[in-house]
């Protein structure tokens, strides 16, 4: 279960809902008060975390929590705040994320917190249709026949076959697989997914990878 601290019911709402719909059960709380005594008594997989909120804020919360329990968290913050992010780090944040955000960059943050934190155990052998994703050996398979991927190429469809019902932006790929910030004018991702096509095409005539189109990419249905 993952508690959402948040004080703006909408976002706490909005966050709470796409992490259901993401399959994760969910609590929350308003203010940090409240929020600090949830977390210090139950057991959550993982802490989302306002910084400006009522009660406590979200750094007394998280040197508070800190005391006792290694829940991962992750902070939410809004862009015109003035945040150090070394001492969040300091105070234990996991990852922080900046407002507004993308929602789909919450749920692959949350994944990649709880893989890293050990919260997670991931599958070492993602599959989808005919492919198998070893991710141990860093190889790819259409049958028995290798795909020849490069390391960027490697990543694309890790990320993919990792969250198969997701559309990811162009963006959202990027930075998610590369950790820069993408730039709107940037033909490197459309390189990527060409290339990506037209090597699979060479071991099958089954689509792999749809173009959504105003939206981004998904694997195909």
């Known amino acids: 279960m993952i508690l959402v601290i948040e004080d703006d019911v909408m976002i706490n709402n909005l966050l709470c809902k796409v992490l259901n719909d993401n399959g994760y059960e ?3 709380a308003l203010d940090g008060e409240i929020g600090l005594t949830k977390a210090l008594e139950k057991e959550y997989e993982m802490v989302l975390l306002d910084l400006m909120l009522p009660k406590k804020t979200g750094e007394e919360v998280l040197a508070e929590l800190r005391k006792t329990k290694n829940t991962p968290a992750i902070v939410l913050s809004a862009k015109n705040e003035v945040i150090n992010r070394i001492e969040l780090l300091r105070l234990g944040a996991d990852d922080y994320i900046s407002k507004p ?3 789909d960059e919450v749920i692959l943050r949350i ?3 709880l893989r890293r934190t050990g919260s997670m155990t991931a599958p070492s052998t993602l599959e989808y249709k005919k492919m198998r994703l070893d991710k141990e ?10 795909i020849t991927c490069t390391v960027m190429e490697y990543s694309i469809l890790e990320l993919m076959l990792e969250n198969p019902n997701k559309v990811f932006s162009k963006r959202n790929l990027f930075e998610s697989v590369t950790g820069d910030e993408y730039l ?3 033909n ?3 390189v990527h997914m060409s290339n990506l096509r037209k090597k699979i095409a ?3 005539d089954e689509p792999y990878i749809d173009t959504v189109y105003g939206m981004g990419y998904r694997l195909s249905k």
Do not use: G, L, P, Q
């Open 184 to 186: 709107s004018d940037d």
């Open 111 to 113: 994944e990649a917190v």
């Open 188 to 190: 490197t991702m459309n």
């Open 202 to 204: 060479k071991a099958t």
């Open 101 to 103: 955000f993308d929602v």
């Open 137 to 146: 050996a860093k190889r790819v398979f259409i049958e028995e026949e290798e």
């Open 26 to 28: 969910t609590d929350s």
